[in-house]
């Protein structure tokens, strides 16, 4: 690393002027000269300065100023006076170079010309560079030359110098151009924020122009810092996905980084433009990330922005969860959008449920039975949305919904660790996608809402008439062995005469077993009592396992009894010794 001083000299008659920087003049023919003086009384050291010379320029500048004039006779004269060389070997000995570069008549020469310059740079530098001579093109080969050197060196551009002239009349400011070069480096940190997301360099540039900008420092410094902040606080929230409800997210970031983009479209200050337009160019995208809308058009809205940028992984995410957004608005819009539980059981397990049916090859007529059995698993609220939606939802569009959606998302989010693997997806398929979802699927829908089953028909089909006929005997004591009154009484509770009555033994609980087990043995046979769509069950047997099925039956709305028995005591004397025999005779159930 080090700190660098670039010049070209050319070949032109260079007369004295008295060159100006920072309120310092100095007077020379060679504006290298005034810089360099300046620069090191004001306290600036290089550790190399390095002058790019044509073989033209070497002969007539270098060394010495070599010229011919005439004089008022119209006599022809030779000027000779000190070349750049001299000065930089008493000035600045031993740290001065002087490559050759071509004269650049051709690409080759403009190719090898680049290099040089290029090859003189070191990682890390820190470069000046004076423009004033170069001669032709090379002041914009410069700015090529330090991009591709700041990308691959990670050099740092210090100042970019040039001297005004005024043929000695009144001094002639020397210009610092960095704000320029600044300008161009925004603008690619913009297009570069646009095509991609990523608000590192945008964050840096907004600061560094602001610093360059002729307007109240101070205060716009401190406006530039909350641009930048918001900005990374957007960005990362979209990379990250952080979609929902809370305090911070994507939607509460992007309407403050409107705010700030609308107040700067207010400001038409002329000297404020070059910074306002650009950025409320970089940032037209965000507006329709802060409207006021529901969840899952915010989220539909993200997949375009993540599509347009390609970032594929988070399209998906925003998709699918802006799918079941949008369903848990149509079905349940009262239900509150971020509870996971109710979306993975309800809305997941419903489109799910569908896919697997159809892959199977199974008829409709068992696909309505398998979601029977999977709704009566369910608490009652959850089991009625759920049989609002598999009663309501185009099949086939569901299937390719799944097909088109939720199998991508599932591949991707599992970095296509899993036997089935993820299909090959891009900008293309993302994009096809989403348009199917929002000009097919959501619009089927929405048109066909008036055919959405009300609570009370979609409850219907889960107690229908035929599961009130089934009692479910979950112990430990066949229904075989029961007394006539327990069998009548368990019939009475299903309100029929000619009701079943099904039995389930009671598993055989390790007294080892953990609470992990217990959960997981009850889950078990919760679902297996469930799906015989009982209305009453009687459950007794283990303490642990029994409380957990209780509780998960009630959840479902499944009324739940035990039986409760009266002890009748016999005494009997034989041989002298009396005989106790104690006999349990039904009394009646009663609900937990």
Known sequence: MANIFFTVVGTGNYTPDNYCLDGDVYRDRFVQKALLSIMKKQGKQFDKIVVFLTDSARAMNWEKFKRERRDKNGNIEQITDEGLQPFLEREFPGIHEAPYIPDGNNDEE??????????????????????????????????????????????????????????????SDILDLKRYYAMLECAKAAHMFMKSGNSEDIEQVIIGLRKISAIDEKKQLSSSETIATRIKNLTNYLLTCRGGTSGKNIWSEAKKVSAIRERFERDTAPKHRVFNDLITHALKDVENLSIEAPEYKLALNAVKWYEKRGLIMQAYTALREGIVSYMMYVYSPDHDVCDDIFRQRVIEEAITTIFNNKKEKKDEAALKRDCLVKALKLKREYAVIFMKIVNHVNIDKTLKLYNEVFSPRNGLDHFGMNRVGSKAVDKQTIKAALKFVEDEYIQDIDGRKAEILTDEAALALIEKPGSKEIFVNFSNHPSANWSSQQVEAAKALCGSESANIVDIQFPAVPADADEKQISALAAEYTGKIAEYAPAPVMCMGEWGVCCEVVRRLKEMGITVVYSCSERVVTEVVRDGKTEKTSQFNFVRFRKY
């Open 110 to 171: 403009i190719m090898d010309m680049f290099m040089t310059m290029y090859d003189h740079i070191g990682k890390e530098d820190k470069i000046t560079f004076d423009i004033t001579h170069g001669f032709r093109f090379i002041p914009l080969l410069f700015y090529p030359v330090m991009s591709y050197a700041k990308e691959l060196k990670n050099i740092t551009i210090e100042h970019i110098y040039y001297g005004l002239h005024q043929d000695g009349k009144e001094n």
